[in-house]
């Protein structure tokens, strides 16, 4: 696999599609070892196979960040095989369908709150565990928030209320965080062009009952400010970042 001893390496949870396969590319390329994590173990093969042969390994490693004995597991392959963290990417995330608050499920509000908030905790936990016991100390996590963490789309409870929550939580690892030179920044993306903003290419309803089609913009400029982010010195940190399509109606929104 190379000389890993010099390389920085990443985890990328969500690596098997959109954003997160992306940036686990960019990170690739720019000669990071990376660690793919998701459910479904064929999308991270994907992943891998696309990766240029001039960069780092990339390591996938099937996980449900919900499940704490799945997390556990997947930090425990990353320190075995490359003895240490230097960045994690906290992307996985998921929706519930866009209906009317009461009546959506619990079920699916669980599902929600059990990737997007609890999974960036487990995984920012086991992040921590690693980074402060290594040698040298520290690293970064990077949580993906959305234009959500700010502002909500009409009938979107779970995915704004933990996406707000994600801030929270990057307020709290930055603090937490900081006696162990850990660094903690957020970045917030509207309407990058993935298969989860496909539908968008058809209209999005808006707030006053509207639909509206809205712009998008290439994965690559998000996978670029995440590798960016990625590559300062521990003594500098990116706290939020909000990467957006230029004309979408989030500045004015509602």
Same mark, same amino acid.
């Given at each position: 696999m190379g000389n890993v001893t010099t390389r920085k390496i990443a985890l990328v949870t969500g690596g098997g599609s959109g954003i997160g396969r992306a940036v686990?590319?960019?990170?690739?390329?720019?000669?990071?070892?990376?660690?793919?994590?998701?459910?479904?173990?064929?999308?991270?093969?994907?992943?891998? /196979?696309?990766?240029?042969?001039?960069? =780092?390994?990339?390591?996938?490693?099937?996980? &449900?960040?919900? *499940?704490? #004995?799945?997390?556990?597991?997947?930090?425990?392959?990353?320190?075995?095989?490359?003895?240490?963290?230097d960045i994690l990417f906290n992307n996985a995330g998921t929706s519930a369908p866009a209906i009317a608050m009461e009546d959506l499920p619990y079920e699916q509000w669980s599902a929600v709150v059990g990737v997007n908030l609890t999974g960036a905790f487990l995984c920012a936990q086991e992040a921590v565990k690693l980074m402060k016991a290594q040698n040298p100390r520290g690293g970064r996590i990077i949580n993906n928030g959305s234009l959500s963490a700010h502002l909500p789309r009409p009938n979107s409870?779970?995915?704004? /209320?933990?996406?707000?929550?994600?801030? =929270?939580?990057?307020?709290?690892?930055?603090? &937490?965080?900081? *006696?162990? #030179?850990?660094?903690?920044?957020?970045?917030?993306?509207?309407?990058a062009a993935t298969e989860m903003t496909e539908s968008m290419t058809a209209g999005v309803r808006q707030a006053n009952g509207t639909m509206m089609v809205e712009p998008r913009m290439d994965v690559q400029h998000v996978a670029d400010a995440v590798l960016y982010m990625a590559s300062l010195p521990l003594d500098a940190n990116v706290q939020f970042m909000t990467v957006m399509a230029t004309k979408m109606p989030f500045i004015g929104r509602g």
């Open positions: 686990s590319l960019a990170l690739q390329s720019a000669g990071y070892a990376v660690v793919v994590a998701g459910r479904r173990a064929a999308e991270l093969e994907r992943t891998a /196979a696309s990766a240029t042969s001039a960069g =780092g390994p990339i390591v996938p490693v099937p996980t &449900d960040v919900s *499940k704490p #004995d799945s997390v556990r597991t997947l930090f425990a392959r990353t320190r075995e095989i490359f003895g240490r963290l409870a779970p995915y704004t /209320a933990t996406k707000h929550a994600i801030t =929270g939580l990057t307020k709290c690892i930055s603090l &937490d965080g900081r *006696k162990y #030179d850990i660094a903690c920044g957020q970045i917030d993306i509207g309407n």
